[in-house]
């Protein structure tokens, strides 16, 4: 071998020791992990409230126009409308009872009771029992309820029963009411007081007894009371000289509205709550 050979053949020795001893690149670091963030879950909408609860009744009997025209104001409004009243006319019965309480359907949610308005509230009670109403109204009656006639009217009578029985009241009267479209404008009015009262509505024992002008909208309202009343058996009472009668104001086109407390002393002034309710 030549010297110039030996020579290319150590300088090939030496660079292909230094090549084999170079350590490997190491690898490429991995990407950093981005954290994607879970869609949260959809919430479940919250279920609708079920609708207030009403059982409606009168003393006029469960066709007559009052009670027609407030049932139609309650149903248009969203309210559950349970209808028992007489199978005819028991103006002036106070809370007398004879104990009848035999319903007869007339049409879906509508019933009648060969009894009294009193009889009806307890048939109408006793028919909601597993479900029990939030709200009675009695009425529309035709013709108003106002003064010291409160203590003979069927449909106080029939509210007050409901307030012995722990279920808010409203007595709602038409002064010269006779017909559906003379108590319309009750029926708005009502059914604008139970929209600002609830739920919750009002402590049991209270009855609010709504006097109105027929046919056309009060032109104002008047809050009275509160008055205590009594119920004594079958006898209504209030043990003072007597709440004002209201047949002046609703001549002129005024409405009123009245506390009556049944059977002790209220939470609260309910009518407070009512006194910016539009007429």
Aim: hydrophobic letters at 40%; one cysteine or more.
């Amino acid at each position: 071998m030549t010297a110039a050979r030996l020579v290319l053949a150590v300088v090939g020795a030496l660079l292909t020791g230094a090549c084999a001893a170079t350590p490997p690149a190491p690898p490429p670091a991995p990407a950093p992990r981005v954290a994607v963030q879970e869609p949260a879950p959809e919430r479940a909408p919250e279920p609708e409230p079920a609708p207030l609860r009403v059982l409606l009744t009168d003393d006029d009997g469960w066709d007559a126009g009052g009670i027609t025209a407030m049932r139609a104001a309650l149903t248009d409004a969203g309210y559950d409308v349970t209808l028992v009243a007489p199978d005819g006319n028991r103006s002036g019965a106070g809370a007398s009872s004879d104990g009848r309480t035999e319903l007869e359907e007339k049409e879906r949610g509508v019933y009648a009771v060969d009894g009294y308005p009193v009889d009806a509230v307890r048939a109408g009670l006793d028919l909601m029992r597993a479900d029990p109403p939030d709200l009675v109204v009695s009425g529309t009656n035709l013709g108003h309820n106002s003064g010291t006639g409160i203590v003979e009217s069927g449909t106080v009578g029939a509210a007050v029963t409901a307030a012995r029985a722990g279920i808010p009241a409203i007595a709602s009267s038409t002064h010269r009411g006779r017909s559906e479209d003379d108590c319309a404008a009750t029926a708005a009015y009502v059914t604008r007081l139970v929209q600002r009262l609830g739920p919750p509505l009002f402590a049991p024992g209270v009855v609010v007894n709504v006097n109105y002008p027929a046919g056309e909208r009060a032109d104002e309202v008047r809050v009275r009371g509160p008055l205590a009343v009594e119920l004594d058996g079958e006898e209504l009472r209030v043990p003072t000289d007597g709440p004002e009668d209201d047949v002046d104001l609703l001549d002129d086109g005024v409405a009123t509205l009245t506390q009556l407390d049944v059977g002790g002393a209220p939470s609260s002034t309910v009518v407070d709550r009512l006194r910016d309710v539009p007429a």
